[in-house]
């Protein structure tokens, strides 16, 4: 994305399809602009609500999601979701997703992507998936 695009970002509305009162359009501010250098190697857009979004490139990223939840008769917010992204020792470049639940002993990798660094060779896909669940 060219600088002038991003200038464009950097106060932005969200229109959401539901009904209302969420039907009005929300202003959020840019909380990081770092996203314009292209040195990164992953990128991060995480937009929330009407507290503002995010938009950065780094070399590693992880996002920790947490949702409320009700357990033995307490609300509690429960880190369910987490996404790492790194460079790993080859070169290529890995995202994990990993699945936390209270009722399991340990969490569960759902997701695995990985892309190989440039000087791969062209025949190999550019990006692997592997959607098989493994306990970490």
């Not at 994305?1 to 501010?29: C, K, Q, T």
């Not at 590693?60 to 409320?68: C, L, P, T």
């Not at 399991?104 to 592997?130: F, H, N, T, Y």
Request: net charge negative.
């Amino acid at each position: 994305m060219d600088e002038h695009n991003f200038r464009n970002l950097e106060v932005g509305y969200i229109n959401s399809p539901s009904a209302a009162p969420f039907m009005r359009r929300v202003e959020e501010p840019l909380v990081e602009q770092s996203a314009k250098q292209p040195c990164g190697k992953f990128e991060v857009r995480c937009h929330a609500g009407c507290t503002g979004h995010l938009e950065v490139a780094s070399d590693s990223v992880s996002v920790r999601i947490g949702q409320r939840i009700c357990r033995e008769g307490k609300q509690e917010l429960w880190g369910s979701l987490l996404v790492e992204c790194k460079e790993q020792g080859d070169g290529s470049l890995a995202v994990e997703v990993v699945v936390f639940h209270p009722d399991w002993e340990e969490p569960v990798r759902i997701a695995s992507l990985q892309s190989g660094p440039c000087d791969a060779s062209p025949a190999k896909a550019g990006l692997r998936c592997d959607l098989e669940h493994k306990q970490v």
